[in-house]
């Protein structure tokens, strides 16, 4: 069975620190995506990044990267020099089935950044 | 991507009674989904919406509680049956425009059930 963890429930940072947010996961599955998605206060989901199991580069996208490692099945997500507007929750997720359409998400973390 | 709107955007209904949620997409997709994320919770996929046939629906889900339609590529439904607060939840419908493609969601539907 697939899981997804995100042991960080919580997470407060003062605006420009960086943090990074936590995700492991579980599969039996040889290929599988992994996704993170943020859901900003107005509830909507918005589409980070999605990486392959065969794909380990690690990816920057201005002010986000994320570390994917194989060896330890974590996604790590990193935010540099954090912003208010960073104010989310954030869900890692993973696909499975066939298709790779359906997902299984972590409980997601609560990310509060302060001015 | 794909622009998704979901109706309504939120609903207040009394227990005990039926709730349809529309899905509609720009543009044929490939597959679709329902979510649902209930108060303070991550979220669960409630079923497959395929299109001309019958949904398929993941374990604790069941087609006379959650009876979906998918009539063309771009169009889909949710019904929540026999409504209990418990059913109070965002319900959230997410689209592939291909087979290997990312999954985008929709705005969600918030209801609320009393």
């Known amino acids: 069975a697939q899981k997804v963890t995100q042991a960080q429930t919580e997470i407060s940072v003062v605006e420009k620190e960086d943090v990074t947010l936590d995700c492991v996961y579980e599969?039996?599955?040889?290929?599988?995506?992994l996704f993170w998605y943020k859901q900003p206060p107005s509830g909507e989901l918005v589409f980070l990044i999605r990486?392959?199991?065969?794909?380990?580069q690690n990816e920057i996208s201005g002010r986000y990267s994320w570390n994917f490692q194989k060896s330890t099945s974590s996604f790590n997500f990193t935010i540099t020099a954090s912003q208010v507007v960073d104010s989310a929750v954030y869900f890692c997720?993973?696909?499975?089935?066939?298709?790779?359409?359906?997902?299984?998400f972590g409980q997601g973390t609560i990310l509060t950044v302060h001015p | 991507s794909a622009v998704i709107s979901q109706k309504p955007s939120r609903d207040i209904c009394q227990r005990g009674t039926s709730l349809t949620i529309q899905c509609q997409v720009d543009?044929?997709?490939?597959?679709m989904f329902w979510y649902r994320q209930q108060p303070g919770q991550s979220l669960t996929l409630i079923a497959t919406?395929?299109?001309?046939?019958?949904?398929?629906?993941e374990s604790g889900f069941v087609i006379d509680k959650f009876p979906i339609s998918r009539p063309n590529l771009t169009f889909s439904t949710l019904t929540v049956s026999n409504m209990s607060p418990e059913d109070s939840s965002i319900y959230l419908c997410?689209?592939?425009?291909?087979?290997?493609?990312?999954?985008?969601f929709g705005p969600g539907t918030r209801l609320t059930v009393l």
């Open positions: 543009s044929q997709v490939t597959m």
């Open positions: 919406a395929n299109q001309g046939s019958e949904a398929t629906y």
């Open positions: 997720a993973l696909s499975y089935g066939t298709s790779y359409g359906k997902l299984t």
């Open positions: 997410s689209v592939m425009t291909g087979l290997t493609d990312t999954q985008y």
């Open positions: 990486r392959n199991s065969f794909d380990e």
């Open positions: 599969t039996r599955d040889t290929t599988y995506y």
